[in-house]
């Protein structure tokens, strides 16, 4: 009988000392969607618990968080985030742990499975994908322009008439501007060996410049192009569905980001200190099985090979989407798109010199970016 205790009392306490696994899912559009995620994955893993993260904090929640070691055992993220939180041993490898080699590679965008390498090993699986597209306001201007040079043309007729060119931009998307303008100008971010930052020759000094003209006018709220008060931005095809949604009346219009293509893939990972490693990867391969119905639920596209225009005005974007191509293969890109060239273009809008400002990035960058490769 005391043998009989004994071992429910353990039983109680390994059932209290293994908690649920914790997930963090992006947060969808509406809460609908929201309802029927959390009800999926419950009918996988009963006892798994789910946060919603808005996706434009998910790098930072995510960050802040394996720093302080919370960081939930299964997360959706951005796919770019992965060479950092490779090199700082946060991803679990999947190569061989969540049936990746069951899924044949040409059911996976080719571009989407890229994204979610480090070093030749698998340490994510791609859900869903977009492409980066430059939005145009109808109401404002009536066709969207065709170069960088005529982008800034109409700016400056859009600054004569008194309205904004371009909403208030994120700093991505203001590095994503700049590189648009560089690739037109025939530069790139890196040299072909992919071991120096090369943005700060001549044609990045034009790029900056065109980015200047661009911006220095524009509008101070996020959402000003949905508004009506400006006529261009930087969207993804699920952004502007967002906007559809926020502002029906808004015909914006997507089209190519002047020949550059900048895939957005977001990707399900497992924490490599995760205490349920066994069952968190079977979340994370419950999920990438169910990413044709996640991409419905997210208004985004799947990211299998097969993609298929969401909406009718989209099907010029299927092109692109196809073409696009993952952020460069390094670590520390993050930091460069998100606070490096960034600060080069706020100085430059402040009037600094052009070529001092993306010197002082290249210079500044070159020490966090060179830890490693995805391949």
């Known amino acids: 009988m005391l ?41 996988f893993d009963a006892v798994a618990y789910i946060s919603f993260v808005p996706v434009e904090d998910i790098s930072a929640r995510l960050s802040e968080a394996f720093e302080l070691g919370t960081a939930p055992d299964v997360f959706m993220f951005d796919a770019d985030m992965i060479p950092d939180l490779s090199e700082e041993k946060q991803l679990d490898d ?7 080699s069951k899924i044949k590679t040409d059911e996976l965008n080719e571009s989407a499975r890229r994204a ?58 203001q590095s994503l501007l700049y590189e648009a ?102 979340i994370a391969e419950f999920l990438q099985g169910k990413s044709d119905k996640l991409a419905v639920l997210y208004k985004s596209y799947s990211a299998k090979k097969d993609v298929k225009p969401i909406m009718q005005q ?5 092109s692109n989407l196809l073409q696009a191509k993952p952020a460069p293969d390094l670590c520390g890109f993050g930091t460069l798109e998100q606070t490096y060239l960034p600060t080069a273009i706020d100085k430059a809008l402040k009037g600094v010199n052009s070529a001092d400002c993306l010197a002082e990035a290249a210079q500044d960058a070159s020490a966090v970016i060179w830890k490693g490769k995805r391949e």
Not at 13 to 28: F, G, H, S, V, Y
Not at 118 to 131: C, E, I, N, R, S
Request: glycine share 6%.
């Open 3 to 43: 043998g009989l205790i004994f071992s429910t009392m353990l039983m109680g306490c390994a059932k209290e000392d293994d908690p649920a696994p914790r997930i963090w899912c992006i947060q969808p559009n509406n809460s609908t969607a929201e309802t029927e995620i959390r009800q999926m994955v419950r009918e």
């Open 314 to 318: 989209d099907e010029h974007v299927i």
């Open 94 to 100: 999947l190569t061989n742990r969540i049936g990746v």
């Open 116 to 173: 979610c390498l480090y070093q030749g090993k698998t340490m994510a699986v791609p859900l869903f994908t977009d492409v980066y597209m430059l939005a145009t306001n109808r109401a404002i201007v009536s066709m969207p322009p065709q170069s960088f040079d005529e982008l800034i043309g109409v700016c400056a007729d859009l600054k004569d008439k008194k309205l904004a060119g371009f909403e208030k931009l994120a700093p991505a998307k």
């Open 181 to 282: 303008a560089l690739t037109e100008n025939g530069g790139k971010m890196l040299n072909a060996a992919k071991t120096k930052l090369t943005f700060s020759d001549s044609r990045g000094i034009n790029a900056l410049d065109g980015c200047v003209q661009v911006l220095k006018d524009a509008a101070n709220e996020s959402d000003a192009m949905g508004n009506e008060k400006a006529a261009f931005s930087v969207l993804t095809t699920s952004e502007r569905r967002m906007y559809s949604e926020k502002y029906p009346d808004a015909e914006i219009e997507l089209t190519p980001l002047f020949g550059f293509n900048r895939l957005q893939t977001f990707a399900v990972g497992v924490n490599a200190s995760s205490a349920h490693r066994t069952r968190a990867f079977g």
